[in-house]
């Protein structure tokens, strides 16, 4: 957790409320959390989700890893520490979105159990969906549509997670999607019943 280096600042709440926001956008604010290896689908799988809830007239967004690093963090790299930066960037970021009432998808490796669950303490009321986009190495690593694990492979690239950095998987997502094993729209269906289930997006039904 970040020190707090600034002083005399005081919290200012808002005139309008997230009940007011969530009310006209028909749906409640949350944070739906993809994590997973490098090719494994989470970007696709987050595009997807906000795709389709948008076709249903939800307010949506993705944060995704690369976008991100190329603003927010772009002073950050791929060390412990600034993985760890990140992730807690990114859910003081989500946070903010959560509280306009959006629903936010967010992207990354985010290869560390202890970030992942830092970032769902600051999300209050249920209102943090995990989504683990499980696929195996091999396949990951024969999709490599960046190219990165055949350089991680060479030495190129260092601690790169799943080769020479850890992941350490979920334990209890609240939905887990192989996409080894189901394709884009199947998974996709798979995160939205979960939303739909717990009432974070009212059913198309």
């Known amino acids: ?68 690093r190329h603003g927010l963090n772009k002073n950050l790299g791929f060390s412990p520490a600034d993985r760890e930066e990140n992730i807690r960037r990114v859910g003081e970021v989500a946070r903010l979105f959560v509280d306009a009432g959006t629903i936010v998808m967010t992207a990354f490796i985010s290869p560390y159990r202890a970030d992942r669950d830092q970032a769902r303490e600051l999300i209050n009321e249920n209102r943090f969906v995990e989504v683990y986009v499980e696929c195996p190495l091999d396949v990951c690593e024969e999709r490599d549509p960046k190219g990165l694990y055949k350089k991680a492979r060479s030495g190129e690239i260092k601690e790169f997670t799943g080769i020479s950095a ?20 199947e998974s996709a269906q798979k995160v939205i019943s979960c939303l739909e289930k717990t009432n974070l997006v009212p059913s198309d039904r």
């Not at 956008?25 to 795709?51: E, I, P, Y």
């Not at 850890?166 to 334990?171: I, L, N, T």
């Open 1 to 68: 957790m970040a020190d707090q280096k600034a002083t005399n600042i005081t919290w200012h709440e808002t005139t309008v409320t997230v009940e007011d926001r969530e009310q006209l956008l028909n749906q409640r604010g949350c944070v739906v959390w993809f994590t997973g290896l490098s090719g494994s689908g989470k970007s696709t799988l987050a595009n997807a989700v906000a795709h389709l809830l948008h076709e249903r007239k939800h307010h949506t967004y993705v944060l995704d890893g690369d976008n991100v």
């Open 166 to 185: 850890p992941y350490e998987a979920p334990d209890k997502p609240e939905v887990l999607v192989n996409t080894a094993e189901l394709n884009i729209y």
